[in-house]
């Protein structure tokens, strides 16, 4: 993606009128109706197409309904619409959601505890100053929560996970979805590499893969700062999300 896309697509997100959310009282809501009210694939019933979603809810609550009145600053990589993210502001009381989408001029929702970045997250260089810049000016200094939902390419899944679990606090929560779509589209294979859940599996079982993405060190690192890994199913065939708990 080239910085004249990236600076039209900006254009139009600056100039594309959005729905405030900052006055909408859904304390009472569910995550899963949060979900579907502002349109997000995660709902058991995808809203915009009244077909099945992938039916996360049930999961994410399962390993971070005990963040709900905490302070957490949570980092969305490939947000679309900005549904989700209007829902985990509104579940997550007391969050904040960084979004970084190569897209933004999807973005539909605006709030003042969502913060819109139209970069690629694969530009490394990019996404240290914009990281480094955020820590800085929202007094922070990792993330609590750290989404994967962006192109679901094998090289990106992987290359993602190698870069931004190190911006993980202690105790925090690295969440892939839709990973096995590299087993499953051949478009999604950009890479000679093993599947997500193979090289998952390696993890635990303290086996080094052979990688072109993950070096031994990079490998060893996860192996020693992982405490488990969560693999769960969604409706869809290719709902396939899982966890990485960080120790």
Known sequence: ????????????????????????????????????????DKANIFIKTDKKGHGYSSFYLKHLNNLKDKKINILEIGSFSGASAAAFVKYFAKSNVFCFDINISNFEYISKKIHVFGLNANNESKVKKTLKKNFNT???NNFDLIIDDGSHNLHD???N?????????KGGNYIIEDFKHPNYYEYNRDTDH???DQFLENIKKKNISKS?????????????????IDIGKGNLTDSDICLIKKK
């Open 1 to 40: 993606m080239n910085f004249l896309s990236l600076l039209k697509r900006k254009i139009i997100y600056n100039l594309k009128k959005k729905t405030s959310i900052d006055h909408e009282d859904f304390s009472k809501k569910t995550l899963e109706e949060l979900f579907h009210h502002y349109g997000s």
């Open 138 to 140: 929202y007094n922070f």
């Open 157 to 159: 899944i992987l290359s």
């Open 161 to 169: 996970l190698n870069f931004f679990f190190k911006y993980l606090n």
């Open 194 to 196: 093993i599947f997500v």
């Open 212 to 228: 072109i993405i993950f070096d031994d060190n990079d490998q060893k690192y996860l192996m020693n700062e992982i405490d488990f």
